[in-house]
């Protein structure tokens, strides 16, 4: 009867062990990228973190959301694990750095200009002639990396998209190097059209055109599938439907399969 006992124990013991794991906190880290992840009134929120916040409560995992710089946020991904980081672009660049989950939004990326500068460019190559503003580490700063770009000659690195913004109204730029969702979103926050402000003077042909969740190899397997099939378990049960119906409106382009 006591080993009984003993055994049932045991038992109780390792399912509260295992409740307690599934419960655990994980680090998140984003960057303020309107309309996707931001803070309006201390409170983070966008289209991807209303994804990530309903993959967290599917699979029981609460999460401890922190916005900062997209460089340090990377830096932080990359090398601890049980991290998680969102709206990440992947690369071939990037693809054995981190394990995925995704994706979970559409992304566009270009070089804009001002209409008004009358800017063509027929070839990359034609860009290295201008100043580009971008973004410390991001996706497109490090493909025009990977393409012969360097910062202090062709690219304005930046921690701020909307300082990037600013500096192309001033004419410190040429260039801005942004994806299209995300840079209307600026200029109407501005309180400018950008139908009528800024032209698409090149895409960028990056071989990915969607945000993705990501993890660092550091981090367990298990974790990374609990995310990918909680995913998958909000397609599922609607209430992915939910969040892409409330966003749909004003950023169609969003939406995902």
């Excluded at 049932?8 to 680090?27: C, D, M, P, Q």
């Excluded at 993959?55 to 999460?63: F, S």
């Excluded at 360097?150 to 942004?178: C, I």
């Excluded at 609607?238 to 004003?250: S, V």
């Amino acid at each position: 009867m006591l080993r009984l006992k003993c055994i049932f124990l045991s038992l109780l013991l390792n399912l509260t062990f295992e409740g307690l794991v599934f419960a655990e906190t994980i680090k998140v880290v984003t960057e303020e990228l309107a309309p996707y992840n931001y803070t309006e009134k201390g409170v983070l929120t966008g289209f991807c973190t209303e994804i990530v916040q309903a993959i967290l409560k599917e699979i029981n995992i609460q999460g401890d959301f922190q916005s900062m710089p997209w460089a340090r946020a990377y830096d932080i991904a990359l090398k601890n694990e049980n991290v998680l980081i969102y709206s990440i672009g992947r690369t071939p660049q990037r693809e054995m750095q981190f394990k995925w989950v995704g994706p979970i939004a559409h992304a566009n990326n270009y070089l804009f200009a001002l209409a008004s500068s009358h800017i063509k460019i027929s070839q990359l190559a034609d860009a290295k002639k201008y100043q580009i503003a971008s973004v410390n580490a991001d996706i497109r700063e490090q493909f025009l990396e990977s393409q012969g770009f360097s910062k202090g000659t062709n690219l304005q690195s930046s921690v701020k998209y909307q300082h990037n913004y600013e500096k192309l109204k001033l004419g410190r730029v040429d260039l801005w190097a942004m994806n299209d969702i995300a840079a209307y979103h600026l200029v109407r926050q501005a309180g400018d059209d950008p139908e009528k402000i800024l032209t698409k003077a090149y895409k960028l042909q990056l071989d990915e055109s969607r945000y993705f969740i990501a993890f660092s190899h550091k981090t367990s397997d298990k974790i990374v599938d609990r995310f990918n099939i909680g995913l998958e378990n909000i397609k599922k049960n609607g209430i992915l439907n939910l969040i892409k119906n409330k966003w749909a409106l004003e950023n169609i382009n969003l939406i995902i399969n």
